[in-house]
């Protein structure tokens, strides 16, 4: 079955250095993968998403996530963080096929920046 | 403006009631869904439907009850049953061949 661990419930980094948001995933295939983002008391947004088309993926507001198979990762980066990047972040993988696929998000990454 | 409305926003309930949150989308989605979340649980699954008159039980769906009598509308009700319903509330919407979802703003339930 699919699922995904996020390793670090709570990040904090000063404001514009690099952020690193760790997620690994468990799957008998190479799945789809998504980041979503959500800030405090709003819905989540849809950061970036591979989809075996390219290994390295680039997403909205200067985020990154880059697929590694070997290490079955795929952890989000950005290389100078921002106040307003302050927010918690999930790693999500579908599960599931067709009409009944769903999403199965991780327990979620609270990033802290700092000024 | 497209996109989907949760109401209310914030709620609270005695002990014993049964309360409906609203979800309503402009989107032409065909699939709806309710989640819930807890600090450090991430999302969890309550109810989705995939098409009108028709909805399949989530991770969670002890307590909880939904209706699709239209594309736009997805309610859900949190009933007495339900033991533990303090929690934040979010409906989304999306394609699943996608996987992409799209969110409303969520509801905060509390009981007091």
């Known amino acids: 079955a699919q699922s995904v661990t996020q390793l670090d419930s709570h990040v904090s980094v000063s404001e514009g250095t690099p952020v690193l948001l760790r997620c690994n995933y468990s799957s008998s295939y190479s799945p789809s993968l998504f980041w979503y983002v959500q800030h405090p008391n709003k819905g989540l947004q849809l950061l970036l998403k591979?989809?075996?088309?390219?290994?390295l993926v680039k997403g909205i507001n200067g985020f990154e996530a880059e697929f590694k198979k070997s290490e079955t990762s795929f952890h989000l980066t950005k290389p100078s963080a921002h106040m307003s990047d302050a927010a918690e972040y999930f790693c999500?993988?579908?599960?599931?096929?067709?009409?009944?696929?769903?999403?199965?998000f991780g327990s979620g990454t609270q990033l802290t920046v700092l000024p | 403006d497209g996109g989907i409305t949760q109401s209310p926003k914030y709620l609270f309930r005695k002990e014993g009631q049964n309360v409906t949150l609203s979800c309503e989308q402009n989107?032409?989605?065909?699939?709806m869904y309710w989640y819930r979340q807890d600090p450090g649980q991430g999302l969890r699954l309550i109810y989705y439907?995939?098409?009108?008159?028709?909805?399949q039980k989530g991770d969670i769906a002890e307590g909880y009850s939904v209706s699709r009598e239209k594309k736009e509308s997805f309610p859900l009700t949190v009933t007495s049953a339900q033991k533990n319903p303090t929690a934040f509330y979010l409906c989304a919407t999306g394609t699943p061949n996608t996987g992409e979802l799209f969110f409303g703003e969520g509801s905060r339930l509390t009981v007091l």
């Open positions: 999500v993988v579908p599960k599931g096929s067709g009409s009944a696929r769903q999403l199965t």
């Open positions: 989107l032409n989605h065909d699939a």
């Open positions: 591979y989809t075996s088309a390219a290994t």
């Open positions: 439907s995939q098409i009108v008159n028709d909805f």
